[in-house]
């Protein structure tokens, strides 16, 4: 019985990947965000292991305690699926739950598309389901710049971005936590690090609060700093500068639909929903078993530290009831 956290790692598609686990049962696979670690489920791993569940949260490429490639390439779309498919095998396993928030749920819908034999559930966090879109990332890129950086057009160049992050770890991670947080979004000013002023960086755009908010102690936000202070952000910051390549080598996607029985929850308050509007609205149709789609008033884009009551309540209810109905048989 795994009653208790352990940390492992398995090699797959190419790296060494750490992970955390616990429990017993179904296998979970729990895929983590920019800029976190499997340390951002802190509050669901238990909870789900409780529940019955096998819960697995890994460290994803050139995060944490996992291998990070040097090559941009290394972070493309089909090796970021293939790591997941790899993990999954290594685990002794060949079915599992696949839940991601931020930039884990970009990757668990492509992974539900071409695996619907391995992940027979999926739930997002944050990110709806985008469907691969008919202009290529540059141009939307070079159309919403024409005035204000736009984030992931200014990760694009190769050690920019990484140089500015690295000069302050802590105030960086402070930063970026908070101003994407409900507590900071709460207000009339609304503040981003999404699109902003083209004679400031974008790390002249974090708030940085007063003191932290309750969701987040000073213990957590030290585990997160500590992570980066030694991987550094370059590994994590190269999956944005692949959106060219996956678009270009997905085309086989135009117009996939998720087939699996899916949930979604959002914060009320996450950016996100401005930037991904259309595919919030549209998800219905884009995943034809959506089973809920929720939206929890006053959170912003880190929803299950935000809100890990509502989140894990949520979670255990869709994977249980995915349980009984035999998806995992």
Not at 20 to 31: I, M
Not at 239 to 249: T, V
Request: with cysteine.
């Amino acid at each position: 019985m795994r009653t208790e956290l352990s940390h492992s790692y398995v090699h797959t598609n190419g790296i060494r990947m750490h992970y955390v686990e616990q429990g017993d049962g179904p296998l979970v696979l729990l895929c983590h965000g920019w800029p976190e670690s499997w340390y951002s489920w802190r509050h669901q791993i238990p909870v789900l292991a409780g529940a019955g569940f096998r819960v697995v949260a890994p460290d994803q490429r050139g995060y944490g305690d996992t291998d990070a490639p040097d090559e941009i390439e290394a972070y493309d779309i089909i090796n970021l699926v293939a790591d997941l498919v790899g993990l999954v095998q290594a685990l002794g396993e060949d079915r599992a739950f696949l839940v991601g928030h931020d930039w884990g749920a970009i990757v668990a819908a492509p992974a539900a598309l071409v695996r619907p034999d391995m992940f027979r559930a999926l739930g997002l966090l944050s990110v709806p389901y985008v469907p691969r879109q008919k202009l290529r990332p540059a141009v939307r890129f070079d159309l919403a710049t024409q005035e204000r950086h736009f984030y992931q057009q200014y990760f694009q160049r190769r050690g920019h971005v990484e140089r500015e992050l690295e000069e302050d770890v802590r105030r960086s991670i402070t930063g970026i936590l908070y101003t994407a947080s409900g507590e900071a979004r709460a207000g009339d000013a609304k503040p981003s690090f999404i699109s902003f002023d083209k004679n400031t960086r974008l790390v002249d755009n974090l708030v940085l609060p007063e003191r932290l908010p309750a969701w987040l102690s000073q213990a957590d936000l030290d585990h997160f700093v500590t992570q980066f202070e030694r991987s550094g952000f370059r590994g994590p910051v190269n999956w944005y500068r692949n959106f060219d390549r996956n678009w270009a080598m997905t085309p086989f996607l135009d117009g996939a639909k998720i087939l699996q029985p899916t949930i979604f929850a959002t914060g009320s308050l996450d950016v996100v929903l401005e930037i991904a509007a259309a595919q919030y609205d549209a998800m219905d149709t884009n995943c034809t078993r959506l089973v809920g789609k929720h939206l929890i008033a006053g959170a912003g884009h880190w929803i299950q530290q935000e809100r890990p009551t509502e989140i894990n309540e949520l979670l255990t209810r869709f994977l249980t009831e995915q349980v009984t109905i035999g998806a995992m048989t």
